[in-house]
């Protein structure tokens, strides 16, 4: 009689395993679970109080698992088991571990799985059962250090990640400088042909002159000053020659300096010349790119302004990039009124004015368009980096926001007032001295 019922335990867990691990159809349930049955799974939704909640956690594993197409695979370990000494009651407890498989998925993960059984009118019948994932930490009862562990791993995801994000910046920044080169390019093309039409000129009359001279002395004239006047016209050509030699170097330098980015250091700097020279530049790149516009420029500038502390280098972004927004604004204007290619009896006439005014211990320089303006929901927007209103693969959506943080390097401010279809002006506000 004890054997068969020891016998009957040991088949009833053995069912009761492969329903609950979906091994065989849910038949009979009955026979083996305890109306009262209860338990708990791994996870939160898997709480049991009765014999129906059973049946429906297993229906609905079976539903997921035929959903999407699940293969499953047991490696089961005993861990524990104890029959009572009225032999009616019997606990069980075994390690699992589970590997799901189909088409998409592939996992596998260990759990521990315990049932208690109660012999009730002469059969077995499940009346406990609870799921666990095991932990496999020591001595960390509170899983403080597991906590930390996982902190740290996340942490060191965000450095990573951070570090990805910096390199990506870094690329779009030297993409804007790239742009931004582009366009000067252009300018220094247009500023660089003027000297260096004087540098031959001069130097092939030059070349005459020393002619003129060997054919003199040859005659031994009896007129030294002539001579002596010819090599004066020599030596003005020679200075014209270095003057104009020097400016073509200087403008050289400025694109090079651009390309390679600021030291950071700043140095006294005069400003009007430096907003004068940049607007030059800007003007004629946009002059020889496509789409040029006709643009009556005025200057502004304020003698008393003087020298100012500040990064040549990265100022002058600040003003291509200025200069370059302005001519696009009113070139896109221009296109909106299809007057950009005559076909338009309005008209408007693109003007630029750029004022440098020195008040007490601060200089500003303001740049002022006549473009469409900015309408006012974008003007806290236009500063965040990727944000641009240009069309395509036009703008990066950095020139503003790199112009911002360079100005801010600075210790200065920008600020925006536009009067949306009549004028923009960016107001910049700088320390006048360290």
Same mark, same amino acid.
């Given at each position: 009689? &004890?054997?068969?019922? *020891?016998?009957?335990?040991?088949?009833?867990?053995?069912?009761?395993?492969?329903?609950?691990?979906?091994?065989?159809?849910?038949?009979?349930?009955?026979?083996?679970?305890?109306?009262?049955?209860?338990?708990?799974?791994?996870?939160?939704?898997?709480?049991? /109080?009765?014999?129906?909640?059973?049946?429906?956690?297993?229906?609905?594993?079976?539903?997921?698992?035929?959903?999407?197409?699940?293969?499953?695979?047991?490696?089961?370990?005993?861990? /524990?088991?104890?029959?009572?000494?009225?032999?009616?009651?019997?606990?069980?407890?075994?390690?699992?571990?589970?590997?799901?498989? @189909?088409?998409?998925?592939?996992?596998?993960?260990?759990?521990?799985?315990?049932?208690?059984?109660?012999?009730?009118?002469?059969?077995?019948?499940?009346?406990?059962?609870?799921?666990?994932?095991?932990?496999?930490?020591?001595?960390?009862?509170?899983?403080?250090?597991?906590?930390?562990?996982?902190?740290?791993? !996340?942490?060191?995801?965000?450095?990573?990640?951070?570090?990805?994000?910096?390199?990506?910046?870094?690329?779009?920044?030297? %993409?804007?400088?790239?742009?931004?080169?582009? %366009?000067?390019?252009?300018?220094?093309?247009?500023?660089?042909?003027?000297?260096?039409?004087?540098?031959?000129?001069?130097?092939?009359?030059?070349?005459?002159?020393?002619?003129?001279? &060997?054919?003199?002395?040859?005659?031994?004239?009896?007129?030294?000053?002539?001579?002596?006047?010819?090599?004066?016209?020599?030596?003005?050509? !020679?200075?014209?020659?270095?003057?104009?030699?020097? &400016?073509?170097?200087?403008?050289?330098?400025?694109? *090079?300096?651009?390309? $390679?980015?600021?030291?950071?250091?700043?140095?006294?700097?005069?400003?009007?010349?430096?907003?004068?020279?940049?607007?030059?530049?800007?003007?004629?790149?946009?002059?020889?790119?496509?789409?040029?516009?006709?643009?009556?420029?005025?200057?502004?500038?304020?003698?008393?302004?003087?020298?100012?502390?500040?990064?040549?280098?990265?100022?002058?972004?600040?003003?291509?990039?200025?200069?370059?927004?302005?001519?696009?604004?009113? &070139?896109?204007?221009?296109?909106?009124?299809? %007057?950009? /290619?005559?076909?338009?009896?309005?008209?408007?006439?693109?003007?630029?004015?750029?004022?440098?005014?020195?008040?007490?211990?601060?200089?500003?320089?303001?740049?002022?368009?006549?473009?469409?303006?900015?309408?006012?929901?974008?003007?806290?927007?236009?500063?965040?980096?990727?944000?641009?209103?240009?069309?395509?693969?036009?703008?990066?959506?950095?020139?503003?926001?790199?112009?911002?943080?360079?100005?801010?390097?600075?210790?200065?401010?920008?600020?925006?007032?536009?009067?949306?279809?009549?004028?923009?002006?960016?107001?910049?506000?700088?320390? @006048? $001295?360290?």
């Amino acid at each position: 009689m &004890r054997e068969k019922k *020891l016998q009957a335990l040991e088949e009833a867990f053995e069912k009761i395993m492969a329903i609950s691990l979906n091994q065989i159809p849910l038949d009979n349930i009955e026979e083996l679970v305890a109306d009262d049955v209860m338990g708990y799974g791994t996870t939160l939704d898997e709480e049991i /109080y009765d014999l129906e909640g059973y049946r429906e956690q297993i229906k609905t594993q079976e539903e997921q698992a035929k959903k999407l197409g699940l293969n499953f695979n047991f490696d089961r370990e005993h861990v /524990y088991s104890r029959l009572s000494p009225e032999e009616d009651t019997a606990l069980f407890v075994e390690q699992i571990r589970l590997s799901v498989t @189909s088409d998409e998925i592939s996992n596998e993960f260990d759990f521990r799985f315990t049932c208690l059984l109660e012999y009730i009118n002469g059969s077995w019948k499940l009346v406990h059962w609870h799921g666990s994932i095991p932990s496999d930490i020591q001595d960390d009862t509170w899983h403080v250090n597991e906590w930390m562990a996982e902190k740290k791993k !996340l942490e060191q995801q965000v450095k990573e990640r951070t570090k990805e994000l910096k390199a990506l910046q870094e690329q779009l920044i030297h %993409q804007e400088k790239l742009a931004s080169l582009g %366009q000067l390019t252009a300018g220094i093309a247009h500023e660089i042909k003027n000297p260096l039409n004087f540098v031959n000129n001069f130097s092939e009359l030059s070349i005459e002159l020393i002619d003129e001279a &060997r054919e003199e002395l040859e005659a031994f004239s009896d007129e030294p000053e002539e001579i002596l006047a010819i090599l004066d016209d020599i030596e003005a050509n !020679l200075k014209k020659i270095y003057d104009h030699g020097s &400016r073509a170097d200087n403008i050289v330098k400025s694109m *090079l300096l651009h390309s $390679k980015g600021g030291s950071g250091t700043k140095q006294p700097t005069d400003l009007n010349s430096l907003v004068e020279e940049y607007l030059t530049l800007s003007f004629h790149g946009m002059r020889a790119g496509s789409d040029p516009i006709n643009v009556d420029i005025q200057m502004d500038l304020d003698s008393s302004v003087g020298k100012v502390a500040l990064n040549p280098e990265d100022m002058s972004r600040v003003f291509i990039n200025l200069f370059n927004n302005a001519f696009d604004a009113m &070139r896109e204007k221009l296109t909106a009124d299809n %007057q950009l /290619y005559g076909e338009s009896d309005n008209k408007y006439e693109p003007k630029l004015t750029v004022r440098t005014i020195s008040e007490g211990s601060s200089v500003t320089v303001e740049i002022e368009d006549n473009g469409p303006g900015i309408p006012e929901d974008i003007r806290d927007k236009i500063m965040q980096p990727f944000y641009t209103t240009k069309k395509g693969t036009l703008g990066t959506g950095l020139g503003l926001s790199i112009t911002n943080d360079i100005i801010k390097a600075h210790g200065g401010k920008i600020e925006i007032s536009s009067i949306p279809g009549e004028k923009t002006i960016f107001s910049i506000s700088l320390h @006048s $001295k360290e």
